[in-house]
């Protein structure tokens, strides 16, 4: 079953910034990106690496709309694993390197200027 | 902003109960040299050479005559890496093994992986007599569950002798780094024989280790690849098997029967490949290599094979498998590359699906038989 957690203020974690919560003996990891807030496991499938202590950038991609030639894309929406590098879409919790895998992105709600997450 | 101050880069991650009660040797743990570090322990005119070298700027394993790096890829411009990958004190490294759940380190070095790469003798060995006092004095001076690797430099395998016997009855040095970065010859040139009589005597095993670097030498001309991507691949398990190759084809198992080689930083999928391959192909020309008298296999598997950069296909089983053919269980010891950018936690490792005796073996024992430590009951 399901439960929110009151995880502190929104204004704590500004536009673009991110930072690692306890909620009870989980650490995870809230993101604000342009606004919208994300949480995510502070540990990566792979190694069990602390992924929410890496850094958030964009990432390269390329495929046929692109002809085929690497771009810049997901400005702001991408984390990297400070262990391995592995890249997760903030969003999605889909990894970059792995489609078939993915972390969990819980439910962030904000109310009254604070924040919440549903475990 | 987040004012947290972050926790140390290994903190959050909950050892395996598993991990807790099994004795781990790591056999290899990178310590950061600079050039600084070497002057006290450098004789003349050589020490000259370090203290101008440390001027110049420095990159991560690219120092001008200490590192000599050529970086033509753009991984390092797309490196997302932001945590430390050095180690730079004693203290520091053995918090971080506590972390990592290792109780004994075997050490390398950081810059000297390309040592192999330096050119003029003379300066190569007097860095590498600086290396090795450096490491005894600074980081095997007190019992730290740290064991050094004494750097031997190819370029003049009469002196490696020398180091190894100068400093081969050191209780915490534990084995002889023959590093492979664009060595040439190949390490079973049997001008290296000295070298391997010296370990031989005192019961040191012998442990490759590479690192990505171009140069136009077998197998380190990488030039045809556009990325480290593919670069790094060869630089390290590539390396590992044309020094196999070599070792084998001069019989070097046969004339030292009692010397341990070890390979490092290049998983362990190459070994079942290169004894098939090789098998296959001594049925046809045994007459070329009559010093074998078992496929030679036989003498491939004899030789231990350290995890890291550990495989990890999407069914884990599939390296038990792999461990099965080439009896792994009683040559692969467990390494970390702790602090380097593809280190393996070893709750990973654990996780191949083996029996907990081979866990065990993997993890701690095999390497323990390899430097001659006891493995304490837990």
């Not at chain 2, 730079?88 to 490294?93: A, D, E, N």
């Not at chain 2, 990325?227 to 590992?240: D, E, L, N």
């Not at chain 2, 010891?333 to 950018?341: K, L, N, Q, R, T």
């Not at chain 2, 280190?343 to 191949?352: E, G, M, N, R, S």
Request: proline share 8%.
């Amino acid at each position: 079953m399901s439960t929110e957690y009151e995880v502190g203020t929104a204004d704590s974690i500004p536009p673009g910034q991110h930072r690692v919560v306890s909620v009870g003996d989980r650490q995870i990891g809230i993101f604000n990106v342009a606004g919208a807030f994300y949480a995510l496991p502070n540990a990566c499938f792979h190694q069990n690496g602390p992924l929410c202590r890496g850094r958030v950038s964009g990432t390269i991609l390329a495929d046929a709309a692109s002809g085929h030639k690497p771009e810049w894309r997901l400005e702001g929406e991408v984390v990297i694993c400070p262990w391995h590098s592995l890249e997760f879409h903030i969003k999605t919790g889909r990894c970059l390197a792995y489609s078939n895998r993915k972390v969990s992105v819980y439910p962030v709600r904000v109310h009254d200027g604070m924040l919440t997450v549903t475990l | 902003m987040s004012t947290d101050v972050p926790p140390h880069i290994l903190a959050e991650h909950r050892r395996s109960r598993l991990l807790e009660n099994t004795f781990v040797v790591d056999f290899d743990v990178h310590i950061n040299e600079r050039p600084s570090d070497l002057v006290p322990f450098c004789e003349l005119p050589w020490r000259k050479a370090l203290e101008e070298l440390e001027k110049v700027p420095h990159r991560y394993l690219d120092i001008p005559a200490f590192a000599p790096n050529i970086s033509v890829w753009a991984g390092a411009a797309f490196s997302t890496l932001e945590r430390r990958t050095i180690v730079s004190s004693p203290g520091q490294l053995r918090e971080d093994l506590d972390l990592l759940g290792v109780d004994v380190g075997v050490l390398f070095p950081d810059n000297f992986l390309m040592h192999s790469l330096l050119k003029p003798a003379d300066y190569a060995v007097a860095l590498a007599r600086a290396y090795n006092r450096w490491l005894v004095d600074v980081w095997l001076s007190e019992d730290r569950g740290l064991i050094g690797a004494l750097l031997a430099p190819n370029q003049d395998p009469v002196a490696a002798a020398a180091e190894i016997r100068r400093f081969g009855d050191h209780p915490r040095v534990g084995c002889v780094f023959l590093p492979t970065c664009c060595v040439d010859p190949l390490y079973g040139h049997r001008s290296y024989d000295p070298m391997y009589d010296a370990a031989q005597e005192f019961g040191l095993p012998v442990a490759l280790h590479s690192v990505q670097a171009l140069n136009p030498v077998f197998p380190f001309n990488l030039q045809a690849f556009e990325t480290a991507f593919s670069a790094h691949v060869i630089s390290h398990a590539v390396s590992m098997v044309a020094n196999a190759m070599s070792m084998l084809e001069t019989g070097v198992p046969v004339r030292f029967p009692d010397l341990k080689i070890v390979f490092t930083e290049s998983g362990v999928t190459w070994v079942p490949w290169l004894g098939m391959r090789l098998d296959k192909e001594y049925s046809e020309r045994r007459r070329e290599v009559p010093l074998l008298t078992e496929r030679p296999s036989h003498y491939l598997y004899g030789m231990y094979f350290a995890t890291q950069p550990i495989e990890e296909p999407e069914r884990m089983r599939d390296m038990a498998l792999m461990m099965e053919v080439f009896g792994g269980e009683n040559s692969v010891v467990f390494a970390s590359d702790w602090p380097h950018h593809d280190f393996d936690h070893p709750d990973k490792v654990l996780q191949i699906p083996i029996s907990d005796d081979a866990k065990r073996k993997v993890m701690g024992g095999n390497g323990a038989r390899l430097l001659g430590l006891e493995v304490p009951a837990r």
